[in-house]
């Protein structure tokens, strides 16, 4: 769940106090009313007198009074005043850019400030006959941000691609780059995709994530699902498959998994694209496709290092899918992601790049889909409010269901006799009911016996 926005802040109180200073300090300007000066402060009062930050903010508190003239400064506590200077900022700018008063540079900046402060995950730069729509896409959902003139848009591309290392001269191809967007609370990683379209080039910018990964039973999982993935992790060897659409959280449970590994008596590697996050303990590799360096040529490398838990960061052709399946089969623990609609459908994507389940199933440990659904408002009950932005939620929470293999129910599948009725031992599997798994095992073949380990109270995904 995120935290409540800081309060907007007046134009007046903005103006009196310079914007180094506030970000100097951790200040939101707020009011200036009847000679007092109101600021936030993440801590308004209580702070040791050593503590450097609050001598810090006296400073310049008192720097603020003799610019301000004559007027009282009175404190209150704000939630991320940093986050609600940014926001301010961004604003203010945003709407100078929409009439062009403003250059392109500031407008980057601004875009993403904006997202940073309302803790968005992505920026999307959509070209249009007008100009440049901005949207912010926050829980799931698109925002509207901005539309800026035409005349600023291809200048506004441009900055970004110089900013993340690419071409600027080239309109006709997609190109994928990365670049650092520094903040007063720490820099910020972004992921640049650009891509010609009929009136420009959009762009779309992923920030990543902050700070190492939650703890796996801190990610919101169902219970169930969170133990059948501590177990897969402590097993020696086999396939650890999570799958879901982008955005449903599967690298993040991933990290949170190996955060559980990395560091012990086990050596830990990744291959990644890109690193989104640092997990301690582990050797990280991004993938460089323009150096040679795709899935399949790192995996081979990595495998030269006598690693124990290879993450595969995703699945995504037939060459790769071999590979880590025979790491799999050769002593190593392989966690991966797909692109499947849900756990049992996971078998068959991998058929489809090449792994039949006949060669699939011996070495699956366990499957788990994942979806990330939004959070209604506690603050207005998905009325619509200003702490969640008229939207109506805030924060999301992960819906999952998951497939942990073992002997009676690998038996189970490689006997079905045919795809059907493999999904429906897997269906019964991913959501178990007292009649569920005999009923497909009397459709799907020969009666077999055998405990199943699976389970998922969050509801089908």
């Known amino acids: 769940m995120r935290p409540p926005p800081p309060p907007a802040p007046e134009a007046a109180a903005l103006a009196a106090v310079p914007s180094t200073l506030a970000r100097r300090a951790g200040l939101l300007p707020l009011t200036l009313r009847d000679g007092v000066l109101r600021v936030g402060t ?31 400064v009175e404190t209150v506590p704000v939630v991320d005043p940093v986050a609600g200077l940014l926001l301010a900022e961004a604003g203010r700018t945003l709407a100078s850019a929409t009439t062009g008063g403003t250059d392109a540079v500031a407008v980057v900046d601004a875009a993403l400030d904006a997202a940073v402060g309302r803790d968005a995950s992505d920026v999307h730069l959509e070209p249009t006959p007008e100009g440049l729509r901005l949207r912010l896409r926050r829980d799931g959902d698109l925002h509207d941000l901005a539309t800026l003139p035409a005349a600023l848009r291809d200048a506004v591309v441009a900055r970004i691609k110089v900013r993340a290392g690419l071409d600027v001269a080239e309109r006709r191809a997609a190109q994928d780059g990365r670049m650092v967007h520094p903040t007063p609370g720490g820099d910020v990683a972004v992921r640049v995709a650009t891509l010609p379209a009929r009136h420009g080039e959009r762009v779309t910018l992923r920030l990543l994530p902050r700070g190492p990964a939650a703890a796996l039973d801190r990610l919101g999982l169902p219970g169930a699902v969170v133990a059948a993935l501590a177990g897969a992790g402590a097993a020696r060897d086999g396939l650890v498959v999570l799958c879901g659409p982008t955005g449903s959280g599967k690298t993040t449970t991933l990290h949170a998994l190996l955060g559980r590994l990395a560091g012990g008596s086990r050596a830990v590697m990744t291959l990644e694209d890109p ?11 991004q993938v460089d496709a323009a150096a040679g360096l795709t899935f399949a040529a790192g995996l081979r490398h990595l495998l030269r290092h006598d690693p124990d838990v290879l993450l595969v960061g995703e699945v995504r052709d037939a060459e790769t899918a071999v590979l880590a399946l025979e790491a799999a089969r050769t002593g190593h623990l392989v966690l991966t992601t797909l692109h499947a609609v849900d756990a049992p459908g996971a078998v068959d994507r991998l058929a489809d790049l090449g792994l039949p389940a006949a060669r699939v199933v011996p070495v699956l440990r366990l499957i788990v889909a994942q979806r990330l659904h939004a959070v209604p408002c506690p603050g207005c009950a998905a009325g619509g409010c200003r702490d969640c932005d008229g939207t109506g939620t805030r924060g999301r929470t992960a819906v999952a ?14 006997g079905a006799p045919d795809a059907a009725g493999r999904r429906r031992l897997l269906d019964a599997a991913a959501h178990p009911r007292p009649d569920d798994l005999p009923a497909a095992r009397a459709a799907a073949g020969p009666a077999r016996t055998g405990a199943v380990l699976a389970a998922a109270p969050g509801g089908r995904t």
């Open 42 to 72: 993440a801590a308004a009062s209580g702070t040791a007198p050593d503590d450097a930050a609050a001598r810090r903010r006296a400073e310049v508190l008192e720097e603020v009074r003799v610019r301000a003239g004559a007027v009282a």
């Open 275 to 285: 690193v989104e996050r640092e997990v301690p303990g582990a050797t990280q590799t």
């Open 401 to 414: 269901e998951a497939v942990a293999f073992d002997a009676a129910l690998r038996a189970d599948v490689l």
